[in-house]
């Protein structure tokens, strides 16, 4: 209802007679009808679309994303590795083999001594690609119309743009504006971009907050806004010191996993040769944390067999007699370090991966209570020497 000339702001609105509707005046175009954009379901199941297409398979797919980690960890050195391996047609994580694209490297806190440098060190003997370009000096405001230009000058090829960091772009907020509402607007506009452009990837490289809580996407610095705007989240996670760690992958078209990487100068790689082996290693070093050398083999031979264990086959592949196997098992099942299906038959810790397949993984849920993946409060499988003698 509309405010009468000379009514207060904020007061009660004035009551009108009814009368007829305004007319768009001579020259004016009528307003659409906003029941136009409603479909139906059978609409709806007629149309085709184009499958997901990913920059790199099973980790960035097209959309908005992020790559998060504290301060340091090495995430620039794995978006670098991204880049180049999908600029060349390369292999990311030394494994995922990539299809060539045109990638732009916004690199905002680096300056072109340093990119050279990685980018060497990254590649060895090869020269850096000709489909990267990169850029190192942009003002907040001239982030998103460089990406929009650089976009509509590669939109029919699927290009990969990663944007070193988000907190570059991140504007004061506006007269009224909350930290959540600027956050979500502006990841939004980088959203708008990347969806404006078929099969394009814009993946932020952005921190992690100081306090973390069990949900590894609460790691992601700011407002819920930022990740609540992004398609999809990557969190890479190393301890200071450690060159292994995990990086943690979810989305709106993701399938949620998590894979276990090391890195060695820079270098990036995962734990194993596919996905699925490095999705394994990470179920299986969470597992067996804390654990004595019998235990951690006893846990990570029943992580290996998705079709289920029983004493017998630890028994057989550990050396051990069949009684004190039952008993590693039992105790690893009780500390809700691996599930139990049936009487006997221990299988491998929820969501310990089955297979992997060009995106698409096959995550196999065990029979336990716990979904933390922690150790049971109050449970303990404890090292070797610590199980109670056989009677």
């Known amino acids: 209802m509309n405010i009468c000339a000379g009514q207060v702001p904020g007061s009660p609105p ?61 995430k620039s050195w794995l978006a ?13 994580l030394g494994a995922i083999p990539c299809t060539a694209r045109p990638v732009l490297y916004l690199a905002l806190e680096d300056g072109w001594r340093r990119l050279q440098d990685r980018s060497r060190v990254l590649l060895g003997p090869d020269p850096i690609p000709a489909g990267i370009d990169f850029v190192t000096e942009a003002a907040t405001w001239e982030v998103a119309p460089l990406i929009a230009e650089w976009l509509d000058a590669h939109r029919d090829d699927a290009p990969l743009v ?9 504007p004061p907020t506006r007269s009224g504006e909350t930290p959540y509402a600027r956050d979500y607007r502006v990841v939004g506009e980088l ?8 099969g394009c990837s814009l993946t932020g490289v952005h921190h992690t907050r100081k306090a973390t809580g069990e949900d590894f996407v609460d790691a992601v610095s700011g407002t819920q806004g930022i990740a609540g705007a992004a398609d999809f989240v990557l969190v890479l996670a190393r301890r200071r010191q450690e060159s292994d760690g995990a990086l943690s992958v ?12 090391t890195t060695d100068g820079g270098h990036w790689r995962l734990v194993g040769r596919t996905l699925a082996e490095a999705a394994t290693a990470a179920q299986s070093s969470r597992a067996t944390t804390g ?54 038959l221990y299988t491998p810790p929820v969501g310990s991966v089955g ?37």
């Open 355 to 391: 297979s992997v397949g060009t995106g698409r993984l096959h995550v196999v849920t065990s029979h336990t209570n716990n979904t933390s993946h922690t150790p049971t409060q109050g449970a303990s499988v404890g090292t070797d020497d610590e199980l109670p003698p056989t009677s």
């Open 191 to 198: 959203k708008a971009l990347a969806d404006s452009v078929p």
């Open 162 to 170: 990663l944007l070193d960091t988000l907190g570059k772009v991140l």
């Open 80 to 92: 670098l590795n991204i880049g180049l391996a999908a600029a060349s047609g390369g292999r990311a």
């Open 14 to 74: 004035s009551v009108r007679e009814p009368g007829p509707e305004p007319q768009p005046l001579e020259g004016d175009e009528p307003t659409p009808s906003l029941i136009a954009r409603v479909r139906g379901g059978e609409w709806l199941d007629a149309q085709h679309f184009p499958p997901l297409r990913w920059a790199v398979d099973g980790i960035v797919p097209e959309g908005l994303g992020l790559l998060v980690a504290p301060p340091k960890a090495g």
């Open 291 to 344: 654990l004595g050398d019998r235990s951690t083999a006893v846990v990570d031979f029943v992580a290996r067999r998705p079709e289920g264990t029983r004493a017998a086959d630890v028994a057989a592949a550990l050396d051990l007699d069949a009684k004190t196997a039952g008993e590693y098992l039992r105790r690893a099942e009780q500390a809700g370090r691996i599930g139990k299906a049936t009487r006997g």
């Open 250 to 261: 979810t989305g709106r078209d993701v399938i949620e996993a998590e894979y276990a990487v």
